[in-house]
């Protein structure tokens, strides 16, 4: 896979860097793709392989809403009572909750990389997970007084891919979109940044989905991505 975007100019640095968290901090990622077939079959409704690629990276309103739609036509068709979407977000929340809540590790090179960033940036975490969810995870991996701000789903009218919170991330860290960095692992992410206006770096991680990116790194954990941070002076 192959960097999509053209890199910017050779001299570009960037004065503020925002990492999106599960996938790209933190294994989570499978644990909410569990979350969503179980939830989904609860309603009676079927998340195939080529639907979970589709969802990845979505916030948990719009994977509420594709459960509650899917749902309400088996109903329709059944003619039984449909489930409502408060009724299906409830039950995605609380499960998310008990899983998610559980598996909470960081992964290779995220950290580090993080930190390194930090002693010479401004950095936030933008993430499609709800605020106490999110709030959560930055406490158990120790962001607190590393981070600068962090802006979840709950933060703004509609989550990635909608530039909404990648805008919030930079307004709050007081830089212009297009002197930030963002670093992303799922397409709904690196789309929302890109039309945010932020360079973006993409870190599949075994992904095989294209991504909107400039550079693209096989994880944190990549030799690539120590030369990456050593041309704009960030040693980890």
């Known amino acids: 896979m192959e960097p999509t975007l053209p890199a910017p100019d050779p001299q570009w640095r960037p004065h503020a860097v925002v990492f ?68 299906v977000s409830a039950h995605l929340l609380r499960t998310e909750d008990e899983v998610v809540g559980s598996v909470i590790e960081p992964l290779p090179g995220a950290l580090e990389t993080l930190r390194a960033f930090a002693r010479h940036v401004p950095v936030a975490v933008a993430s499609n997970s709800t605020g106490p969810i999110l709030d959560r ?18 933060d703004v009218a509609d989550g990635k891919p909608s530039p ?12 212009a979109p297009a002197d930030a960095l963002a670093v992303e692992d799922s397409p709904a992410g690196t789309t929302a940044a890109e039309a945010a206006g932020m360079a973006v770096l993409g870190v ?27 041309g704009w002076g960030v040693e980890r």
């Open 204 to 230: 599949p991680r075994g992904h095989d989905e294209p991504l909107r990116s400039h550079w693209l790194v096989g994880s944190l954990d990549d030799p690539a991505l120590v030369e990456l941070l050593r």
């Open 137 to 154: 995870k930055m406490k158990a991996v120790g962001l607190e007084g590393v981070l600068q701000t962090w802006v979840s789903a709950d």
């Open 20 to 87: 999106d968290c599960d996938g790209v901090l933190m294994d989570t990622e499978s644990a909410w793709a569990h979350v969503q077939r179980d939830v989904a079959e609860d309603f009676g409704v079927a998340i195939d392989e080529r639907t979970e690629k589709d969802l990845m990276g979505l916030s948990a309103r719009d994977v509420a809403r594709h459960i509650t739609r899917e749902a309400q036509k088996l109903a329709e068709v059944r003619g039984s009572a449909a489930p409502s979407f408060d009724e």
């Open 164 to 175: 909404d919170i990648y805008e919030e991330a930079v307004r709050r860290l007081g830089v």
